[in-house]
């Protein structure tokens, strides 16, 4: 081996503990490519020449000795293709030689303080070990391996002509001593990467030098690890059987075509998107069967996905233990050894060129990240494929969604419509308006407040008709029926889905423990080896985390949790002193105006109040239940997603429906009465409903909080915010980049996708849509425009995610899931509570239930005629506690007024105490609440059992696929086991001589199952050289199985065709 020093390299600076020697790092030239086993040569040639690769510890001193690596060594430590250069590679997607893609890319920052490579032009690093890429070393003069001494040999440049890998055995700078901490992250990186080519990856790095800033390592699959890595992880790939799917005859398929003519306007461009008749079996790769499937291209056989997550796989399972004890690229990341690590994009999204030539961000960013597109379908199998089942299938269930809500659109638009037409001939609301009846009302407030005429809140009735009539009854009904009908539909998508991308039977993957659990487990056995030592007692290892040592966490979890709903309610108890103390003031003015707008004044503003107080909590409350999840120190990635959206949607529900509920359940409920009224800080009575009801207000409040969520969520949150952190981060770049004299070379992939935001999970996506289809349905019967608002806003959200999943985050990782997880059991338990919630809201908000009771019961006509009269009672004025009466009166001599509620006249014996028809309201409006749950949760029920969860079609087809797959494999059998007997029978008549084996013995038993023993058969006898075939591997008995080399290397040993 050459071990050279440049000319300017002088002896090497010791550690600050005195040691002569220092610990060596890898520095890859440009497109610098290590095969897969380069660590153990690596590390067993290093130890020839006394560099063990202890990184805490100190490098024991021993003789360097010159001697030649190995001709294997030489072979597998070569560079590979260091001609072509970057910017002709494809935009940055492959490594220099242009053939290779980038598969991942791990980036890592220099500092200013802690530079680990020389600055360009500067002097050459003092100590470096050179391995050339052809095994053949380049003359060197004076050259020696002693400490200390100065020596010659090729400049770098020189060298990198010629392909070698430089070992830097040093600090990059002579006179400044690298930091420990900068130090440590080195080490770790070096390790980790030397690991990675072991595991069969390559690597390559830019040769250009830089003080500070980002440094792009560039990670390749070969074909061997994408084969090793895909047999592991069960990947699904279509194999060359294909079949007919069956076609629908008669008059559903004259509908069918119909109904595809209609549909191909809104059809999105995309050739992906395979609408044939014809499907491919595809099986779970292995590498034992690669004749069964279509592999027209090692390069594209398995897409950049897939590509992507059999590296992050890699990188998520390699050890780093010498170092920091940790297991993948999650735990480095945390630590802050790398910055990021995630793989390319497919280039850039502008569109150049026909559809033919895009690719797949382009075809999307046209065809689906654009609002022009606005109509069309989504094209879920392009999105699935170029972001992962998990991806995919949000925007599926978000697409569903927002289809169905067209109906529900569709059916609110009715039903606000027949408000509209009835109005002028409801009766309750002509008589609330009617001046000739002359209801005079008590007053709304103590002293300054004056009595008052019905006739005045004429206008509130005739809105309370539009949202309070018959007809809402109805569509409560279909609301909740459409929940139902809604997850069932969904389940229908997503089985059929799962079917076309092949999920059916897809195991769980294994998941490693997070790093923040690693870490603390990691302490807990330190902690637990130091009691060890000085008990010197035997005790188990610990192998996880007890609830004893999430006991604290879980007891911040439930005090802060019970904390964040105290909030919530002193936020809506603070809203609801606003209204009073302002409904107070307003009504003292002298300004007659601002007498008459109290109300309207009041609810308005105090709903605005409420929408800034609720998304300001928002943002708060997300912070918090990360926090507190993180407390909990779950120990996977999905228990961490699991217990973080419990906790989020347990307080962000209890904070957009808080103001809801008050409204809807308990505004007016404990208000009192004239002469006993219920008072807050002894001076302001309890708020009372309008004379039309409580469910206007509670109308007011849902479709102010539920707009005004949307649009500034839409707009600021999520366009706004996101384009504001870029902007801050391109400026601080800017700063704290220098200014170089010399042309740079355009930004590659790697660059721009750097530059883009991390993703960072789907949680906030569903959590938004989770919280709209509570606004949906919940309180559907209070506002039938609900549905309607969240249609158009979910035409503009799937536009407006795709085009931040396209153009404004780095392509995350194609992750697999079955089904969208937690999310369906928090839908399905919401659809339950709606019906609950809609009865509620119908019987005892609105006055639906009294006015059949008064219809049916009371009315002398059995018309509605005399309701409002029946719905008031009499209070005597001369009742009024002191200083509680006006202080002055318009209205004359007034010794009666009235107030809504059912209770006896003052002339009764029993005054003021309820009266009978406030029992038979009550007992009418539970009888509703019981008969209403009951008929809905029938009726669901009946819907659910209606539809099957598996169509019909995609239950044949896998009985299908299942068949041909067994007569598949059973022809492979029997064409495997021919070509093994006639092996056998051309080696008996090769070697006449030899003694024929007794049946059961040289022959094996053809049988259904058999397979080839590995071994010589016991009627060898010691003979002459037999073929050895194994049945692990069919493409050993081909036409060219003796073309194969003779020595294969580990990671392509079964991947040969």
């Not at 018309?863 to 004359?892: C, K, Q, W």
């Amino acid at each position: 081996m050459a071990l050279r020093r440049s000319p300017s390299s002088t002896c090497a600076e010791p550690w600050s503990n005195g040691a002569g020697f220092r610990q060596p790092s890898t520095a890859l030239s440009e497109s610098s490519s290590i095969h897969s086993d380069a660590l153990c040569h690596l590390n067993r040639d290093m130890s020839g020449i006394g560099l063990k690769p202890m990184p805490y510890s100190i490098l024991e001193p021993e003789a360097l000795k010159e001697e030649p690596w190995s001709e294997e060594s030489q072979h597998l430590l070569q560079v590979v293709g260091v001609t072509s250069s970057p910017q002709a590679s494809g935009e940055g997607l492959y490594f220099c030689d242009g053939r290779r893609k980038v598969d991942y890319v791990l980036v890592f920052h220099h500092r200013r303080h802690s530079s680990i490579r020389s600055p360009a032009g500067a002097a050459f690093p003092q100590d470096e070990l050179s391995i050339v890429s052809n095994g053949n070393f380049p003359p060197t003069v004076g050259s020696d391996s002693a400490p200390g001494r100065g020596g010659g040999g090729l400049r770098r440049e020189e060298a990198a002509s010629v392909g070698e890998v430089f070992m830097e055995l040093g600090n990059a700078r002579g006179n400044e001593p690298m930091e420990a901490a900068a130090q440590e992250m080195h080490l770790i990186r070096q390790e980790f990467e030397s690991n990675l080519l072991e595991a069969g990856l390559e690597m390559e790095r830019d040769r250009d030098v830089k003080t500070h800033g980002p440094s792009f390592t560039r990670v390749h699959a070969p074909w061997p690890v994408l084969c090793r890595e895909a047999e592991f992880l069960k990947i699904k790939v279509p194999t060359k059987t294909s079949y007919e799917l069956k076609e629908e005859k008669g008059f559903g398929s004259s509908m069918s075509t119909m109904w595809r003519k209609l549909n191909q306007p809104f059809q999105p461009k995309v050739s992906h998107q395979d609408h044939g008749s014809t499907k491919f079996i595809s099986h779970c790769f292995s590498r034992d069967k690669l004749h069964l499937y279509n592999i027209t291209s090692k390069d594209t056989f398995f897409d950049n996905a897939t590509r992507g997550r059999i590296v992050y796989e890699i990188l998520r399972r390699t050890v780093c233990v010498r170092t920091c004890q940790t297991i993948g690229i999650s735990t480095l990341i945390a630590k802050g050894v790398y910055d990021a690590a995630f793989p390319l994009h497919d280039g850039d999204y502008k569109v150049i060129g026909q559809l033919e030539e895009q690719n797949d961000r382009q075809v999307l960013h046209e065809e689906w990240a654009r609002y022009s597109a606005f109509y069309k379908y989504q094209p879920i199998d392009l999105v699935r494929k170029y972001f992962g089942e998990k991806i995919g299938l949000y925007f599926a269930w978000l697409g569903v969604y927002t289809q169905l809500l067209i109906l529900a659109s569709i059916v609110g638009i009715i039903v606000f419509g027949y408000g509209v037409a009835t109005m002028d001939t409801n009766i309750p609301s002509l008589e609330m308006c009617d001046d000739r009846l002359n209801f005079t009302m008590c007053p709304l407030c103590d002293g300054a407040c004056d009595y008052w005429h019905l006739s005045t809140a004429c206008g509130t009735a005739r809105a309370s008709h539009l949202f309070d009539n018959p007809a809402t009854v109805f569509f409560a009904i279909f609301m909740s029926l459409w929940a139902v009908l809604f997850l069932e539909q969904w389940k229908r998508r997503q089985i059929s889905l799962g079917f076309s991308w092949d999920l059916t039977g897809m195991d769980e993957d294994e998941e490693h423990p997070r790093p923040k659990y690693e870490t603390i487990l990691l302490q807990k056995r330190q902690k637990k080896q130091e009691k060890k030592k000085k008990k010197k007692k035997k005790e188990a290892a610990v192998e996880k985390l007890t609830w004893k040592d999430r006991l604290p966490g879980y007891f911040m979890n439930v005090s802060s949790i019970l904390f964040m709903f105290g909030l919530t309610f002193s936020a809506v108890f603070g809203v609801i002193v606003y209204r009073i103390t302002v409904s107070a003031l307003m009504a003292m003015s002298p300004d007659p105006e601002t007498k008459s707008n109290v109300r309207v004044t009041v609810t308005a503003t105090a709903v605005i109040i409420n929408l800034v107080v609720i998304l300001i909590l928002d943002e708060i409350y997300g912070s918090v239940a990360l926090w507190l999840t993180e407390l909990e120190i779950p120990k996977t990635e999905t228990n961490f997603e699991e217990h973080l959206i419990l906790k989020a949607f347990l307080l962000k529900f209890m904070n957009a429906y808080a103001p809801i509920f008050y409204v809807a359940f308990f505004k007016g409920r404990f208000a009192g009465r004239p002469g006993s009224y219920v008072y807050v800080f002894n001076n302001y009575r309890m708020e009372e409903c309008a004379p039309g009801g409580c469910l206007i207000e509670l109308c007011i409040q849902l479709s102010i909080i539920m707009l005004g969520k949307q649009l500034i969520q839409n707009n600021i949150f999520e366009i706004g915010i996101p384009k504001l952190k870029k902007l801050i981060r391109a400026l601080k770049e800017k700063k704290t980049t220098p200014k170089e004299s010399e042309e740079e070379r355009p930004p590659q992939q790697w660059n721009l996708d750097y530059a883009l935001a991390p993703f960072e999970g789907l949680t906030p996506e569903y959590m938004e849509m989770i919280i709209q289809f509570g606004f949906v349905s919940l309180f559907v019967a209070s506002f039938p425009l609900a549905p309607l608002f969240a249609l158009l806003n979910n035409v503009i959200e799937i536009r407006l995610d795709a085009k931040k999943f396209v153009t404004e985050l780095r392509r995350p990782v194609a992750a697999r899931a079955k089904d969208i997880g937690i999310w369906y059991n928090i839908l399905s338990g919401m659809g339950k509570l709606s019906v609950i919630i809609n009865a509620f809201v119908i019987s005892f908000t609105s006055d639906f239930v009294p006015r059949l009771v008064y219809q049916y019961m009371f009315s002398q006509t059995g018309t509605m005629h005399g309701f409002i009269d029946h719905t008031l009672s009499y209070f005597n004025v001369s009742n009024f506690r002191p200083g509680t009466a006006p202080l002055s009166t318009e209205h004359g001599d007034i010794s009666v007024c009235r107030y809504k509620d059912y209770r006896e006249p003052p002339w009764s014996p029993d005054a003021y105490q309820f009266s009978k028809q406030y029992w038979c309201v009550l007992s009418a409006r539970l009888a509703f609440v019981i008969l209403f749950q009951n008929l809905v949760m029938f009726l669901g029920l009946m819907v659910a059992w209606v539809i099957p969860d598996v169509p019909k079609t995609i239950v044949e087809q896998l009985k299908r696929e299942k068949k041909l797959l067994v007569n598949l494999f059973l022809q492979e059998e029997k064409e495997k086991l021919q070509l093994i007997q006639s092996l056998f029978v051309k080696d008996a008549s090769l070697h006449p001589d030899n003694q024929a084996p007794n049946q059961g013995q040289g022959f094996p038993i053809l049988g259904r199952y058999s397979t080839l023993p590995i071994g010589p058969t016991a009627g060898d006898g010691g003979g002459g050289p037999r073929a050895r075939c194994r049945a692990a591997s069919f493409s050993q008995f081909s036409g060219n199985s003796s073309s194969l080399p003779r020595k294969e290397n580990a990671n392509s040993r079964h991947t040969a065709v």
